[in-house]
């Protein structure tokens, strides 16, 4: 049976400043819970998650959004990727309408991936959107 390992990524948005400003620049910051295998930029706007392949483990990327001021609204809206290599989900919690989405790796990417997610902030119709990078070994 494959292992699989599971990389959260989770996306804090201070909404009040993306509101104000209309903008995510200095109002977006950015983890992951893969530091220790190389992954950096946490705490910022571009955050690169460092994946190492091993042929007996499979790995899935999970997305959360956090915003910084309680009962503020913000959820990810889309996460594009490309299918030759991640197969991406939108997901519920069991029970909620709280939305996290999944990437799950269909073949190994030969040195770097970039994705798009896009968010909705408040009761906007705009997305804002901003790309990430995988760096895959």
Same mark, same amino acid.
């Given at each position: 049976?494959?292992?699989?390992?599971?990389?959260?990524?989770?996306?804090?948005?201070?909404?009040?400043?993306?509101l104000?400003?209309?903008? +995510? *620049? &200095? =109002? +977006?910051?950015?983890?992951? =819970?893969? &530091?220790?295998?190389?992954?950096?930029?946490?705490?910022?706007?571009?955050?690169?998650?460092?994946?190492?392949?091993?042929?007996?483990?499979?790995?899935?990327? %999970?997305?959360n959004?956090?915003?910084?001021e309680? *009962?503020?609204?913000?959820h990810?809206? /889309?996460?594009?990727?490309?299918?030759? !290599?991640l197969?991406?989900? /939108? =997901?519920? !919690?069991? *029970?909620?309408?709280?939305?996290?989405?999944?990437?799950?790796?269909?073949?190994?990417?030969?040195? /770097? %991936?970039? !994705?798009? %997610?896009?968010?909705?902030?408040? =009761?906007?119709?705009?997305?804002?959107?901003?790309? %990430?990078?995988?760096?895959?070994?």
């Open positions: 049976m494959e292992k699989r390992k599971i990389i959260t990524i989770m996306v804090m948005v201070d909404v009040v400043g993306v104000s400003n209309d903008s +995510l *620049e &200095k =109002n +977006l910051y950015l983890y992951d =819970n893969n &530091k220790a295998n190389g992954s950096f930029g946490h705490g910022t706007e571009k955050l690169t998650t460092r994946l190492i392949f091993n042929p007996d483990e499979e790995i899935m990327l %999970l997305w959004v956090l915003p910084i309680p *009962e503020t609204f913000v990810i809206s /889309q996460v594009v990727a490309d299918k030759k !290599y197969k991406i989900e /939108q =997901n519920n !919690y069991k *029970e909620s309408d709280i939305i996290y989405w999944t990437g799950t790796f269909i073949r190994k990417p030969v040195k /770097q %991936l970039s !994705y798009k %997610l896009s968010i909705r902030v408040g =009761n906007r119709e705009t997305e804002f959107s901003f790309h %990430l990078d995988l760096v895959c070994e």
